[in-house]
């Protein structure tokens, strides 16, 4: 029974100290990247291998002594734009729309937004600034600003 605790205790221990490196070495990856766009590292003289450089310590050298400073840009030049593709096929035809209702209305508009004719099962109507005319079953009728009448 004791032997589940220590496990338990040793997963536990493991998966904190995995986060907490994870979060030091994310947290030290934002701070050298938000320095300029590019990163400051130190190669070790003895064996060659890369670390981050110490910029935040109160050290005056941001690597150890004898280490050689290098540093790379995050991103790399822009790169020759690259030739057109060629076209794509055509796509298949798409399916014919449903039909409109029955007695719906139609209209148009002049350019200049003064005139409408609407037609519909009622009748027409043609609508301008000074009036408007209906043709229907009964005949056509004219209503201007001065009343109604017929044409």
């Known amino acids: 029974m004791r032997r589940i ?12 100290l ?8 994310g947290a030290a990856w934002a701070g050298h990247a938000a320095t300029g766009g590019s990163v400051n590292a130190c190669v070790s003289r003895g064996r060659g291998t890369l670390y981050l450089q110490n910029t935040r310590s109160g050290k005056r050298q941001p690597c150890d002594r004898g280490d050689a400073t290098t540093s790379w ?6 790169g020759v734009p690259g030739q057109n593709g060629a076209p794509g096929k055509d796509g298949a035809t798409g399916a014919t729309g449903p039909a409109g209702p029955a007695g719906s209305i139609n209209s ?3 350019p200049n937004g003064l005139y409408t004719i609407t037609l519909s099962n009622q009748g027409i109507l043609l609508k ?4 408007s005319v ?6 056509a009728q004219m209503n201007t600003i001065g009343g109604v009448g017929a044409p």
Do not use: C, E, K, W
Not at 18 to 25: E, I, K, N
Not at 134 to 139: E, M, P, S, W, Y
């Open 73 to 78: 840009a995050i991103t790399g030049p822009q």
């Open 18 to 25: 995995t986060a907490t490196a994870g979060f030091a070495v």
């Open 108 to 110: 148009a508009r002049s």
């Open 128 to 131: 301008g600034p000074n009036g």
């Open 134 to 139: 209906t043709v229907n079953l009964a005949g």
């Open 5 to 16: 605790y220590r496990r338990q205790f040793l997963a536990y221990a493991l998966g904190l």
